[in-house]
Antibody
């Protein structure tokens, strides 16, 4: 069955870095785009980033552009989110999410991981 | 950016009730609209894509409709396991954006 397992969350000081990982199984990773979506405590969902199935395109929400980088390693069935210059407002549960790709985009999501909590605090 | 507005933000309903949740986009998104269900402390679950298509394994009591700017999620007969928060999301264009959520509570 399809599984997505995030890791790498934790408590980090403002201005520091953290790298999240999401290992997937149960499907052909190379055929799917991957997203990161976050949820601040008690708040709604916020899309963060997407990487195309072949790694040819990445997109980010404005609030993380220049600070976060999404990448993938198809040999390890893993998608990453490198987060630099972290701020208190980045505190959230981060979910990795699988996406179907068409000729138009890799935007249609279906399976979600269980999430990993990132807390940015001094 | 496309703004997604859900209404109501919360509602109280009884088991067996028919429930309707609305989602409005700030501009035309065709049918690039998805719905998700989230229970407390759990990851969201995908329910509907392309405004009206059910994800695999989702029961037929859930249905979606609409196109352009106005969309609806309907639960035909509310069951105890359906009490949760529901989110809409547009995936017509970057950045992908979510509605603020509708919390469905027990009356």
């Amino acid at each position: 069955q399809v599984q997505l397992v995030e890791s790498g969350g934790g408590v980090v000081q403002p201005g520091r870095s953290l790298r999240l990982s999401c290992v997937v199984s149960g499907f052909s990773f190379r055929s799917y785009g991957m997203h990161w979506v976050r949820q601040a405590p008690g708040k709604g969902l916020e899309w963060v980033a997407v990487i195309w199935f072949d790694g040819s395109k990445e997109q980010y929400v404005d609030s993380v552009k220049g600070r976060f980088t999404i990448s993938r390693d198809d040999s390890k069935n893993t998608v990453f989110l490198e987060m630099n210059s972290l701020r208190a407002e980045d505190t959230a549960v981060y979910y990795c999410v699988r996406a179907h790709c068409s000729s138009r985009s890799c935007y249609m999501v279906d399976y979600w991981g269980q999430g990993t909590l990132v807390t940015v605090s001094s | 950016d496309i703004q997604m507005t859900q209404s109501p933000s919360s509602l109280s309903a009884s088991v067996g009730d028919r429930v309707t949740i609305s989602c409005r986009a700030s501009q035309d998104i065709s049918n690039y609209l998805a719905w998700f269900q989230q229970k407390p402390g759990k990851a969201p679950k995908s329910l509907i894509y392309a405004a009206s298509s059910l994800q695999s394994g989702v029961p037929s009591k859930f249905s979606g409709s609409g196109s352009g700017t106005d969309f609806t999620l309907t639960i035909s007969s509310l069951q105890p396991e359906d009490f949760a928060t529901y989110y809409c999301q547009q995936y017509n264009s970057d950045p992908l954006t979510f509605g603020g959520g509708t919390k469905v509570e027990i009356k």
